[in-house]
């Protein structure tokens, strides 16, 4: 574990202004469970729809315990290696305010209302949080309800990402979705009804199967579904899943990559005309105002503390992140012992590529003193391509440039 972030004035000229802490400072928590885990997915799930009722409940109490536990472990290891630090006074003692809490999966909504407040709780029993922190939970439909998102509420949250992912019968069967296209629509206006200020619907576009028309319609479904932020991801296919396996075996088609382009084109203009402003690759909300604050930490390079299974943290330009498997997760919490799977230390020039691959997803790109060294030819080559352009001394990628956001980099960086 890092010694906390350091206290030294701000150089102006030179350091980062957006980007890291000044991003400020996020808590993922991560909840591993799904009834069944979707063919597409590689996040870190461990599917226990075949488990009794009781049997879930205890898995589920004993993974909050240690859920808690390790966040507590973390934040006292933060200290310990402050108080050993050779160079403390250059230190702060304190971890910084949490602007951002966001508790994902996984789904955290299998958890039942209790036990997900008592998640929610525990960051601000181990840390200070800011008044008016954004604290996210993601939820599946076929989870929700009014009483569920009421016990949210009191916990604190004030935001819910729902997996959606679209709105047409056959592609949901083709995602293996638990829910009715119906479901979403119904537990945003439960959200709604039980108090959450901020609501998010995600979406997958480019599904084998799924036509221009399936995607429109999910498109204007989602403006008549009253959600103030949209994410919108390609589908990706990865070798270590049920897609994977099916399309290696012919039995699937892969996706076609001009497809998924033409469902991105067709995103920016429906949801556009909706009112949503397209502010990252794959994110579109009503106004600044509502974009996800805890992802524009990630894009901005900025720290958070990562805990539970598969999570990843980042603090100061080191990452450390946890086991994927559940059971050595429990196993390790509860000897005592760390569930840290590996770390690493950027160096400052890898730092600084990652703020400009991070910092190109965003429609407002990297402010002057954000973007790392780039050769001026390299620049130039970019800018020739229409991958990148400036504005107002901002670097930032075209919008030819957001869909070969790799090529750009690529171009940019030696
Ligand atoms: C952590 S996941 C799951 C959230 C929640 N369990 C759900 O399924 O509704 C967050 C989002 O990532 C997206 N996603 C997951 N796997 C994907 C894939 N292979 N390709 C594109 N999007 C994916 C889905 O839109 C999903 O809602
Ligand atoms: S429900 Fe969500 S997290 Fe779980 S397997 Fe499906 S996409 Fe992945």
Redesign the pocket.
């Known amino acids: 574990m890092s010694p906390l972030p350091a206290r030294a004035p701000r150089a102006w000229l030179t350091e980062p202004v957006e980007s890291g802490p000044s991003a400020g400072f996020g808590v993922y928590l991560h909840v591993p469970f799904?009834h069944h885990?979707?063919g597409y997915?590689d996040?870190a799930?461990a599917a226990v729809g075949d488990r009794g009722a009781d049997d879930q409940q205890a898995l589920f109490v004993r993974y909050v315990t240690a859920l808690t536990t390790d966040l507590g472990h973390q934040v006292a290891a933060g200290r310990r290696a402050h108080a050993a630090a050779a160079d403390r006074d250059a230190l702060d003692p304190r971890w910084p305010e949490v602007t951002s809490v966001f508790v994902g999966?996984?789904?955290p909504t299998l958890l039942g209302g209790p036990l997900l407040a008592d998640v929610v709780r525990a960051v601000g029993r181990e840390l200070d949080v800011a008044p008016g922190a954004e604290v996210t939970v993601e939820c599946?439909p076929e989870t929700a309800s009014v009483e569920l998102f009421a016990a949210l509420v009191d916990a604190g949250v004030t935001r819910v990402s729902m997996?959606a992912q679209s709105f047409a019968p056959h592609v949901l069967a083709t995602l293996e979705r638990g829910h009715t296209p119906q479901r979403p629509v119904e537990a945003i206006a439960q959200a709604r009804e039980a108090g959450i200020a901020e609501l998010n619907l995600d979406l997958i576009y480019g599904t084998p199967g799924e036509t221009a028309a399936d995607w429109r319609r999910t498109l204007e479904t989602v403006l008549a579904a009253g959600t103030d932020h949209v994410s919108a991801y390609a589908l990706t296919i990865h070798d270590n899943t049920a897609f994977g396996r099916a399309v290696a075996a012919g039995r699937l088609p892969t996706v076609d990559e001009d497809v998924q382009r033409d469902r991105f084109e067709v995103a920016r203009e429906v949801l556009g005309a909706g009112g949503f402003e397209h502010y990252e690759v794959s994110n579109w909300s009503l106004g600044p105002a509502r974009r996800s604050r805890h992802n524009l930490l990630y894009w901005r390079h900025g720290d958070y503390l990562g805990v539970g299974v598969g999570a990843h943290a980042h603090l100061t330009g080191r990452r450390w992140w946890t086991t994927r498997s559940t059971d050595r997760y429990l196993a390790a919490v509860e000897d005592g012992a760390s569930p840290i799977a590996g770390s690493e230390e950027l160096t400052d020039t890898e730092r600084a590529e990652e703020r400009l691959l991070l910092g190109l997803r965003l429609r407002d790109g990297l402010h002057p003193n954000d973007v790392p060294r780039i050769e001026p030819l390299a620049l130039a080559d970019a800018m020739a391509v229409g991958l990148v352009e400036t504005a107002c001394g901002r670097l930032r990628c075209t919008e030819t440039g957001w869909f070969l956001l790799d090529d750009a980099v690529t171009r940019l960086l030696p």
Do not use: I, L, M, V
């Open positions: 799904c885990r979707c997915c996040f799930t999966g996984g789904t599946n997996g």
